[in-house]
């Protein structure tokens, strides 16, 4: 059903993503970006990029598990930062949410995103 693309030909991944995902013969879900809100406050989160980015991944795990889906079966994440210096600590927090065939990942730094927050993830998920 999911499949991690390793190619020899092509620069290995340095980070917890994969160069490219195959899966077939199941519906996709294409998420919102999710920024660090709190669900039970509506608040950001404070205390910067290492909890906002936990945060982030909870909202997506829980939009997932509402469709009928999981973190394990997300083939493509796109993350925005605000501030690239943040990557590194981006990076380890996100390893945690996929340390078991991760998906493919495109990272960039944005001017601003919604709320001031720091990090923005979606996702591609196939459904189970």
């Given at each position: 059903m999911?499949?991690?693309?390793?190619?020899?030909?092509?620069?290995?991944a340095?980070?917890?993503?994969?160069?490219?995902?195959?899966?077939?013969?199941?519906?996709?879900?294409?998420?919102?970006?999710?920024?660090?809100?709190?669900p039970?406050?509506?608040?950001?989160?404070?205390?910067?990029?290492?909890?906002?980015?936990?945060?982030?991944l909870e909202n997506?795990?829980?939009?997932?598990?509402?469709?009928?889906?999981?973190?394990?079966?997300?083939?493509?994440?796109?993350?925005?930062?605000k501030?690239?210096?943040d990557?590194?600590?981006?990076?380890?927090?996100y390893?945690?949410?996929f340390?078991?065939q991760?998906?493919?990942r495109s990272a960039?730094?944005?001017?601003?995103?919604p709320?001031?927050?720091?990090?923005?993830?979606?996702?591609?998920?196939?459904?189970?």
């Amino acid at each position: 059903m999911k499949s991690i693309v390793l190619s020899s030909d092509a620069p290995q991944a340095i980070g917890p993503y994969s160069q490219a995902v195959i899966f077939k013969d199941r519906p996709l879900i294409f998420t919102a970006g999710q920024i660090a809100i709190d669900p039970k406050t509506g608040d950001m989160v404070a205390g910067g990029i290492e909890l906002q980015t936990r945060q982030v991944l909870e909202n997506l795990a829980a939009v997932l598990k509402s469709a009928g889906s999981g973190m394990q079966n997300v083939v493509k994440t796109t993350v925005y930062l605000k501030n690239m210096e943040d990557f590194a600590v981006m990076n380890q927090v996100y390893a945690g949410y996929f340390d078991k065939q991760p998906p493919a990942r495109s990272a960039v730094q944005v001017a601003r995103l919604p709320k001031d927050a720091l990090i923005e993830i979606e996702a591609i998920a196939f459904v189970t």
